[in-house]
């Protein structure tokens, strides 16, 4: 269980999907980058600040606090305490949080602010987020207009893509947990159990 208090860096295969990620997106011309502040995020894009594209880390994307949770291995009853607190805010008691942690109305408090500052800067067009996946279901929830017991919509997978147009007053979603850059890295691995299991 990592959240936001495990600031932990990218295993081989979260590199392999960065890498993946940029090949399928580094002709995109982005103003800026916005990462969390934890390390994982600034990892994943680091082949894009290698350009020289202009960045920064804002506390306000952190993922969501497991509190007491974090860095713990889960056993089956860590599993069933998650799936019953994940129950809770689908249900709507989104004010509810592991020990120690937050909730989603705690994390979209703090997604205010860092919204606040990107939307700020309104010469910047083109924009790529790197954040995670509890915290980016709770933001597209805020940005969509949908109620906070329904972020389980949103599907999400490393290394996704969520492309987001913003007209000035409405968010919509042109992209939905795209993974299509992955694929070859998926077919790679796949084939590389199937040979393992045969041998």
Not at 31 to 60: N, P
Not at 116 to 125: A, K, Y
């Amino acid at each position: 269980m990592q959240g936001s208090g495990v600031d932990s860096s990218l295993n081989d295969n979260g590199r392999a999907q960065a890498q993946a990620f940029y090949e399928a997106y580094k002709e995109v011309r982005f103003d800026k980058i916005y990462t969390s502040s934890l390390r994982r995020t600034t990892e994943s894009i680091q082949s894009f600040l290698d350009l020289g594209i202009a960045s920064e880390g804002l506390s306000g994307l952190n993922e969501i606090s497991w509190g007491t949770k974090e860095g713990q291995r889960i056993t089956p009853n860590e599993d069933a305490y998650y799936h019953w607190m994940l129950n809770q805010w689908q249900l709507g008691n989104t004010q509810e949080r592991i020990e120690g942690g937050e909730s989603p109305e705690d994390v979209t408090r703090r997604q205010e602010v860092a919204l606040n500052r990107i939307l700020s800067q309104t010469e910047e067009q083109t924009i790529l987020i790197c954040m995670h996946g509890r915290a980016l279901r709770i933001l597209l929830c805020r940005l969509l207009n949908y109620p906070l017991k329904s972020m389980d919509m949103f599907e999400h997978h490393n290394l996704c893509l969520y492309l987001i147009e913003y007209t000035g007053s409405l968010f919509s979603v042109r992209k939905y947990n795209d993974t299509t850059h992955l694929e070859t890295l998926n077919a790679q691995k796949a084939f590389n159990l199937q040979k393992a299991t045969t041998l």
